[in-house]
């Protein structure tokens, strides 16, 4: 059930439910679903298909974040649309599609299996899809790419030093010396021996002329080339930055002092949904000193306008000015940003251009103006000069799924298939094309399946022949024609021969002239062992039998003798179009058929019968007799088909193997007899436990004194003997208070048993228990004249107790009670009325 529910919910979510950002997805007032590309309506299908929720839970999720009942409904019936436009997948049942549409109420019950928090999750994942994304806006939201500054590379030459930066002086030559100097709060470092050299606000090119002309003073060999000084930042200094405005996180952040304007970004997350991408304002001491473009990152690969940032920089990230839509047949279909004065074609380049399938002569336009929206078309010849306005959204509509200049030849030709319509193409040039007709080509008739103007099919027919000798009029072809020409197979029946019997390869094959009883007989590989060439018989369909006469012919029979050799006098016999051929078995021919005889006999294990009289005491008497254990009233005989079991199986063992096997025909006749006489309502266990008696209730006591009594049956191939060890157990099942395996004791009858097991239940139907015996029979209790007789219990005996079939009693209403009152006192109101009258 919960697993049925489960699948029901899941089918739920395609027509009710509505993922870059989940902040996106909080509101959802502006989705109209009939502006929807087919793109967004199947990834939202097959993340809700992926999802975990219930069809309650997602319309909940979607109505609180502001979509409209209405537009849910219009949802339901766009995603109805696509799967009718997709009838290559099964289509759901017609049950299931009613209870799609149940309403709300109905579907409070459907499981979920997880927490609030992941509901809302989760929902908002799938509700998203149905939003545009902004070009752009995952750029600082996902984890990949990073914008983090690489510190292994070499300094800038236009770095600037400043407080806590750490510079590295190496000398080496003729003097060598190492010294890490950090820049002290006043813009210094102290080098040893020379003394305080001024750095702070130069860049590290000149800051390390200064260095060297101060060393200078005291290494003589800097000068003249025997003494080289290496100056390097070896630790930079750490920058405060202020990032504010259209931010998902603003504030102050602490990044490298080679930190730029994109690893800010990075940090604090990026612009907010209605942040600008274009124009982020770089701001040093009160004034703009740059401004940053996203998309010639995101369109170009450039990162013009990417400072280096510097301390108590602000990056200050305005809402932007115009967007617009673009969906359908684009590379990148998303929300974009436009600056004053871009046109269409700068959208079509942000969108990375149109796909293979766009169709780009008209584009429509949904713009909204004061009061209500407006549609307009947008033609190729404008798109350079066209200036979207913000929340226009453009349309790029697909390709027809037709040819403009396709024609189609199938048939009897040797290429068939699409062809070009080329200029003044005939039905001639067409067929010569196609490499010509085949020699199997009906030339006396082909058509032409052509649409008129209206659209409606029309059919053009012609004669091939006439058509390729030039005697008819050539047809000249138009678009979508459809050329066919039949096979002379394509009109008749296929013949076939066919061949059953004692031969290795029956079946059916395909008709060739001049076929004989003799090639069938090898094509079908030949006589099986016990085939007799003799008698063969081959039937033929009578064509021309005579209707009127109640002994006509059905079928005409011929008669052919062969030898293992394939020769005689009718080896020749040509077969006609289905003719049946007949091989029969050689009389006498008979296969090994095997019993089986377990238990408690002295040779047990596998017998062939000897001849077809062969009986049941025949075999006990070849497997030895009985040993001195064997429990002759528990015998059995089990009859159901071939079977093969490992020696030393259990009773229990051989019924749990036979479960799946048809029932024993004498005990299924027993059971049902019982249980219709009882009127017995039967649950699953009763009846498994039926079906496991596979046994033919034989009396082997009898049958060993009297060999020639009926009882001493036949053997059949696959029978089962089982002479089992003297049981001292009687099982009690069914309606009692506690089921249970007691101990034989002799001369104790059924309710004995009964009691051991604590007695019947309040259900328990106690006239109608019964016994099935050690060998397989079945006998039920015996009522007469309100004497109740229970069968004889014997070893090995299973005792059942059927259960009374549950009626619900109908209770009579009041106003029933007082309507069958009525009835009968104006019943006895006509009576009265009529002995009066009678008087």
């Known amino acids: 059930m919960r697993k049925t529910l489960r699948l029901a919910s899941l089918l739920l979510f395609i027509f009710i439910g509505v993922g870059t950002h989940y902040s996106y997805a909080q509101d959802m007032s502006n989705i109209r679903v009939d502006e929807l590309s087919d793109t967004q309506v199947r990834n939202f299908v097959n993340q809700v298909q992926a999802s975990g929720l219930s069809e309650a839970q997602l319309e909940q999720v979607a109505i609180s974040r502001g979509m409209s009942t209405t537009e849910v409904q219009n949802l339901r019936q766009r995603v109805d649309k696509m ?65 983090e500054p690489n510190l292994n590379l070499a300094t800038p030459k236009n770095y600037v030093i400043g407080t806590d930066d750490e510079i590295m002086i190496e000398i080496y030559g003729y003097s060598e010396a190492s010294y890490k100097l950090t820049v002290s709060p006043e813009g210094n470092i102290n080098i040893p021996n020379i003394g305080v050299v001024s750095v702070a606000g130069s860049t590290i090119e000149s800051a390390s002329t200064r260095i060297r002309n101060s060393l200078s003073s005291i290494y003589s060999g800097i000068s003249n080339g025997t003494t080289n000084v290496n100056i390097t ?79 108590q920089d602000v ?26 004065g871009e046109t269409f074609d700068d959208l079509l380049k942000y969108a990375g251009g149109f796909t293979e399938y766009a169709y780009q002569d008209r584009i429509q336009v949904l713009k909204n103006t004061d009061k209500e929206r407006r549609i307009e078309d947008l033609l190729s010849s404008q798109f350079n000069q066209y200036e979207p306005v913000s929340g226009d959204k453009f349309t790029i509509s697909r390709i027809l799924e037709r040819f403009e200049n396709r024609v189609t030849i199938n048939g009897a030709v040797f290429r068939p298939g699409d062809y070009e319509l080329s200029p003044g193409l005939t039905l001639s040039m067409l067929i010569k094309k196609a490499d010509g007709v085949k020699e199997d080509a009906f030339l006396n008739l082909g058509y032409i399946t052509r649409l008129k103007p209206d659209l409606q099919p029309e059919q053009v027919t012609f004669n091939v022949a006439n058509i390729l000798a030039g005697t008819d009029p050539d047809i000249q072809l138009k678009k979508e024609d459809k050329i066919f020409i039949s096979s002379i197979f394509d009109l008749k029946d296929e013949y076939s021969v066919s061949i059953d019997g004692e031969i290795r390869n029956p079946g059916t094959y395909n008709y060739a002239e001049g076929r004989t009883v003799k090639d069938l007989i090898l094509e079908a590989g030949g ?29 005409e029979i011929f008669q052919i003798d062969l030898n293992k050799d394939f020769e005689g006098t009718n080896a020749n016999f040509l077969l006609k179009p289905f003719d049946m051929v007949f091989i029969r078995t ?22 062939a019968i000897s001849k077809k009289d062969e009986r049941i005491t025949d075999i006990i008497k070849r497997a030895g007799g009985f040993t001195p254990f064997a429990y002759i009233k528990g015998a059995s005989l089990k009859r159901v088909g071939t079977l093969s079991l490992q020696a030393g199986a259990t009773r229990d063992d051989q019924i749990a193997l036979q479960m799946e096997k048809e029932e024993s025909q004498q005990t299924l006749q027993t059971l049902t007899a019982i249980q219709q006489d009882q009127n017995v309502a039967l649950n699953q266990g009763e009846l498994q436990q039926k079906t496991k008696n596979d046994y033919v209730g034989i009396n082997f006591t009898k049958i060993l004194e009297k060999p020639e009594d009926k009882e001493n049956l036949l053997l059949h191939d696959g029978d089962i003997i089982f002479i089992p060890k003297e049981l001292q157990t009687v099982k009690v099942g069914g309606d009692v208070l506690s089921p249970v395996t007691a101990v034989y004791v002799p001369n104790r009858g059924l309710k004995y048993y009964i009691s051991q097991a604590g007695g019947f239940s309040e259900q328990a139907l106690k006239k109608r228990s019964y016994v099935v015996y050690a060998n397989g029979s079945v006998k039920s209790t015996n009522n007469f004249i309100g004497i109740r007789t229970y069968p004889q219990i014997e070893p090995g005996a299973e005792i059942f107790v059927p259960k009374k079939e549950f009626r619900q009693r109908q209770t009579i209403s009041p106003q029933a009670w007082v309507g069958i009152g009525s009835t009968i006192a104006s019943m006895a109101a006509v009576i009265f009325s009529i002995i009066n009258s009678s008087k």
């Open 315 to 340: 990056i200050f990230v305005p809402p932007y000015s115009k967007r617009v839509e673009l969906i359908g047949q684009v590379k990148r279909p998303a929300l974009f940003e436009l600056k004053a």
């Open 233 to 311: 930042l070896s630790n930079i200094r750490s920058i405060k930055v202020i990032l504010t405005g259209s931010i998902v996180k603003p504030g102050t952040y602490t990044l490298p002092s080679v930190a730029s304007a994109f690893n800010a970004l990075y940090a604090s997350g990026g612009p907010t949904l209605n942040g600008t991408m274009r124009d982020i304002r770089i701001i040093r001491n009160g004034q703009v000193i740059s401004t940053l473009d996203v998309y010639d990152f995101l369109v170009d690969g450039s990162l013009k306008n990417n400072i280096t940032l510097q301390d």
């Open 83 to 147: 799967k009718l436009a997709n009838q290559k997948t099964d289509s759901l049942s017609t049950r299931a599609q009613q209870n799609l549409r149940q309403p709300l109420q109905d579907t409070l019950n459907s499981i979920s299996f997880l927490n609030p928090e992941q509901v809302k999750t989760e929902a908002e994942k799938a509700l998203d899809e149905l939003k545009s994304k902004v070009f752009g806006a995952s750029l600082f939201q996902n984890a990949d790419p990073q914008f």
């Open 586 to 607: 050689a009389p006498g021919y008979e296969t090994q058929k095997t019993v089986r005889i377990e238990g408690e006999v002295l040779y047990p294990g596998s017998y």
């Open 527 to 555: 006589f099986k062992d016990s085939a007799t060439p003799l008698r063969i018989e081959v039937s033929r369909r009578v064509t021309d039998t005579d209707i009127t006469l109640k002994n006509g012919e059905s079928a």
